[in-house]
């Protein structure tokens, strides 16, 4: 189901849309090229966010991108450890509203803020996982091979393609606090915006496989 295809056979549909492809092509050079990120931290998001995606032609593709920036493969690996943060993020705390849930909550607003809060009661119901969660974050998130404040920027994108609500307020509250500016946060909303469009993209191939078999 995921064979590499041949450059004609990708572009096998360009022919019926040749302005709608060309439009996401522009979108996606002007979304990755230099701007205040360097290409190099545009790629790390791109190859966390495409680990969201679960999209293995933009993983392969962002990796190749990545190594022409001279990204080693600690960086690549701590991005990925980011991508894999912020899904577990956005599973543990919508745990709030499994919470909510399982005591009867009749309330209008179903994802409010304050069940950000809420989440520290689930230590009282097991204090290992809650920590052990906790710890894993902590790690992931902390300076490595990656500075902190990069790879907040990575968990901002990755946060924006899982669309958690709790995790995209969380780790942009981080993000601004570690000094992010309004320009960075631009820029990696539409790193995260194009690689999420571009994963269905990038299916196209499997689409127009279905579509032809007999």
Sequence with gaps: MYTRHTPSFSAKLFAYSPEGFKAFGEFNKQALAAGVLTVKTKELIAVAVSHITGCPYCIEAHIGKSKSE?????????????????????????????????????????????????????????????????????????????????????AVGAALVEGSAYSIEIFTRRAKEAGITLEELAETTLVATVLKAGSAMAHRVNALQAYERE
């Design 70 to 154: 001279q990204t080693t493969f600690e960086e690549i690996f701590e991005s990925v450890t980011v991508a894999a943060a912020v899904k577990a993020h956005s599973a543990f705390f919508n745990a709030s509203n499994a919470l909510k849930a399982f005591q009867g909550s009749t309330d209008a607003d179903l994802f409010p803020l304050s069940n950000i809060e809420l989440v520290d009661k689930l230590e009282e119901v097991n204090g290992d996982l809650y920590n052990g969660f906790h710890e894993f974050l902590q790690i992931s998130l902390r300076s490595g091979s990656i500075p902190e404040k990069e790879k907040l920027l990575i």
